[in-house]
């Protein structure tokens, strides 16, 4: 009786489960409309460049290939630049299939958007249609910067496009759809979920991107990322790979951004970002103790540039941004993406920890330059160095007046050897310049030994340090 009661509650217990994942497997997104809704928008790129024929055997300055073995009648054939009379070969175009790539049509009138980086260098674009036209494609602009290239076809009729949505509305664990040419395979459909947005990567810190799990690899690039709705919210631009091949790790530029982007090329043929000619880095918990924060968080100013808009704005060096136009600066990469997006000439609203005290700024926000490297370099030190500091163990000189000028700082220290003891210990090297200690600017040697001897035990002290003309805060804490 027993087992027979177990039996029934089994047999119960699995046809429950079988209801529950019938009920999931009913719940799955089914993505069909959404694909033959889209799909005719979608448009497969190519491109072509030109090269230079190679010369034909019995030139001027070619060797007689008869009975070379093959390889070296190879590495001939392709390493003599000259033909017949010295003069080079007629240029013929020729495809380029490493510049295979997808897209999709914006606009019924024949406006294509892509990556700049499937375009980029190309002397004619191709542009593949779902009904298998091919039509030659005219460059409107590229951006580098966000990996967008718009191009212009002419059609007859009507062409079919997409519809643009709000990528500021997605939530990390929606589901997205991937349509493109992965390899070569036209029309290849993958689908995921957004797995974040904001993310900064480290050839790029202007792009919020959106990163997913949909299975992206080459030829996807420049294909549309779509929401449940058949909606644009992202272009398809770049994986995180080992491998060469998808990893799990894809990326796509935010719809938001690429509107902007395309006004802006249709207009000008080029854009324009906000900056501030700030030099930031990211606040640690030993930061955020030291400059009197209560959590790390915000973006911390190690540099400025001279004549910029936070120098000529009233930001200083050692100030934490916490707030720009409204919002919420958590890490030190969401400062530029909140920077870019602000049209250059406009106002901004900046708020800052300094002296341990919020503060508001106004100022106006300038244009990115095409370099905003900083570049500066220290050269030997014409003054007597001091003596090892005991706390430290560094030793530093004053800053000749040509260094200063060199490396653009108003005051500071240069170190000229680095011994045994805390400043080992954190990183400092000769030709660093130290600006400040614990939160006190540096003028001279004597006030850095005087600081030094004064600093505070068993809490987080903060040294700004100038390093190849970039600056950075660093921290440490004293035993007793």
């Known amino acids: 009786m027993f087992s027979i009661k177990r039996m029934m509650a089994a047999t119960a217990a699995t046809a429950l489960l079988g209801w529950q994942s019938l009920g999931m497997a009913q719940e799955l997104p089914d993505f069909t409309d959404l694909v033959e809704e889209v799909s005719p928008a979608v448009v497969n790129i190519s491109t072509s460049r030109a090269v230079t024929r190679s010369p034909v055997a019995g030139g001027p300055g070619m060797p007689d290939l008869e009975g070379m073995p093959p390889i070296f009648r190879e590495f001939f054939e392709h390493g003599f630049p000259q033909g017949p009379q010295g003069q080079q070969q ?6 380029s299939p490493q510049s295979l790539g997808s897209g999709f049509i ?24 779902s009904d298998r036209r091919e039509m030659v494609a005219k460059l409107v602009g590229a951006d580098p910067r966000s990996d967008l290239a718009l191009l212009k076809i002419e059609a007859d009729e009507d062409l079919p496009s997409v519809r643009i949505g709000k990528s500021s509305d997605m939530k990390p664990g929606e589901w997205v759809l991937a349509i493109g040419s992965p390899f070569g395979f036209d029309y290849s459909v993958t689908a995921g979920i957004v797995s974040a947005k904001g993310r900064s990567l480290p050839t790029e810190n202007y792009v919020p991107f959106i990163q997913t799990d949909v299975a992206i690899n080459p030829g996807n690039s420049g294909g549309p990322l779509l929401n449940l709705d058949g909606e644009v919210i992202g272009i398809n631009s770049q994986i995180f790979t080992r491998s060469g091949g998808f990893m799990g790790l894809s990326f796509a530029i935010p719809a938001d951004v690429a509107m902007d982007v395309v006004a802006q090329l249709k207009k000008t043929g080029a854009v324009q970002r906000g900056w501030l000619g700030v030099v930031v880095q990211e606040i640690n918990k030993d930061l955020a103790e ?22 000529e704005g009233g930001l200083q060096v050692g100030d934490v941004i916490l707030e720009f136009n409204g919002q919420e600066i958590n890490m030190s990469s969401d400062l530029p993406h909140a ?36 570049a500066a370099a220290a050269e030997p030190s014409e003054q007597a160095p001091s003596k090892a500091s005991n706390r430290l163990g560094v030793v530093v000189a004053e ?22 003891g805390p400043a080992a210990m954190v990183g400092l090297r000769a030709g660093d310049v130290i600006t400040s200690l614990d939160n006190k600017q540096i003028e001279s040697a004597e006030q850095f030994e005087k600081i030094t001897e004064a600093l505070p035990t ?15 805060y660093i921290t440490f804490r004293l035993a007793d």
């Open 90 to 95: 007629p240029r013929q175009q020729q495809p």
């Open 106 to 129: 914006l606009s019924k009138d024949g406006y294509v958007l892509t990556n700049n980086h499937v375009i980029e260098g190309a002397d004619e674009i191709f542009v593949r249609l």
């Open 290 to 311: 030291s400059f009197g924060l209560p959590k790390p968080a915000g973006a911390l100013v190690a540099q400025i540039m001279p004549g910029g808009p936070a120098d």
């Open 339 to 374: 920077v870019g997006r602000v049209r250059p000439g406009e106002e901004a609203s900046v708020v800052v920890m300094r002296d341990k005290k919020r503060r508001r700024l106004e100022l106006e926000v300038g244009a990115l330059p095409e370099d905003d490297s900083v």
């Open 399 to 420: 800053l000749t007046e040509k260094q200063r000028e060199a490396m653009d700082v108003p005051a500071g220290i240069i170190v000229r050897e680095v011994r045994q």
């Open 458 to 472: 068993n809490r987080s002290v903060s040294m700004r340090v100038v390093r190849q003309g970039r600056a950075s």
